[in-house]
């Protein structure tokens, strides 16, 4: 079963709304539970760079990137084990190949070198 599987993404004009979301059934529960999640993306010819991580074993943890503060919110569903992130007010520099990744130190908050399990990527274009 492959750990992390995204969906949501998709094409949108400039100052809507997306949300992506990140199946993580794949994941034994201690490493659902216990480790970080996070979103990462990557633009044609750009490295990957990190958008938000989250902890959550009862109490949310997020982090972000502070180009998505305010507009993107990370969250995490225990029962589900799943991650969303919704993006509002996207912008032209939204499109990229968006990625879901986990890692086993909950402390890992933006570190792209913490996280070893990742998803193939969704695509999201923001168009003007």
């Known amino acids: 079963q492959v750990p992390l599987v995204e969906s949501g993404g998709g094409s949108v004009r400039a100052g809507e709304s997306l949300n992506l979301s990140c199946d993580a059934s794949?994941?034994?529960?201690?490493s659902f539970w216990g480790g970080r999640l996070g979103w990462f993306r990557q633009s044609p010819g750009r490295e990957?760079?990190?958008?938000?991580?989250?902890?959550?074993?009862?109490?949310?943890?997020?982090t972000y990137a502070d180009s998505v503060k305010g507009r993107f919110t990370i969250s995490k569903s225990n029962s589900k084990k799943t991650v969303t992130l919704p993006m509002n007010s996207l912008r032209l520099d939204g499109t990229a190949m968006y990625f879901c990744?986990?890692?086993?130190?909950?402390?890992?908050?933006?570190?792209?070198?913490?996280?070893?399990?990742w998803g193939q990527g969704g695509q999201v274009t923001v168009y003007s």
């Open positions: 794949g994941l034994s529960d201690n």
């Open positions: 990744a986990h890692s086993s130190r909950h402390w890992a908050q933006l570190q792209e070198d913490k996280y070893r399990t």
């Open positions: 990957r760079k990190a958008v938000a991580s989250i902890f959550d074993a009862g109490t949310p943890y997020p």
